[in-house]
């Protein structure tokens, strides 16, 4: 009997500290050699450029930070055949949501994964469906860091959002990208 395709989802895979890359890399190298592209769709490191500093003083260099240690991030159609893959993968130690005993795990919610997304400068089309003008929503990083607002407009061919803000006892309207806001 074949195995029903689900829908893809994101998964939270657990990993040795500083290990992560590798353990990616080694996911990776199982997708191609096992054909399991069309079900074990992308593999994440939450990696972000950071200035280095010395004495407090940017230097000029940056470094990768990883801003999930332990973590990588596999977005899937969860299957038997692709959570055994995933599972069995050098370097894993686990898939969050998996209570053992061959109970499949459970994904992260669109809204969570949508957050990690943003902070890498992933968007895609359908983020913006759960975004309109009128919604509140707050800076998450950039130098608005923090901010609240409401969304005038989306301009989706640009990623640049409107939003409305208060600064100085006044309503202003700042442009901010897409990636850097979330829904309140």
Known sequence: MA???????????????????????????????????????????????????????????????????????????????????????PGVTGITGSGGGGQMPTPVSREEMEAVLKRMGWVDDSMYDRYAPGDAVRVIHGPLEGTEGKIISIDKATGVCRVETMFFGRVTPVDVDFSEIEKL
Do not use: C
């Not at 199982?30 to 399991?36: E, F, Q, S």
């Not at 230097?59 to 599972?87: C, D």
């Open 3 to 89: 195995e029903q395709l689900g829908e893809k989802q994101w998964y939270i895979v657990n990993t040795y500290s500083q290990h992560e890359s590798k353990t990616a890399d080694n996911l990776i190298k199982r997708i191609d050699t096992m054909g399991m592209k069309d079900l074990i769709l992308r593999v994440l490191v939450a990696e972000q450029e950071v200035p280095v500093l010395k004495d407090g003083l940017p230097t000029g260099k940056t470094k990768k930070v990883n801003l999930y240690p332990g973590y990588i991030f596999v977005e899937m159609i969860m299957t038997h055949q692709s959570w055994f893959i995933v599972r069995n993968t």
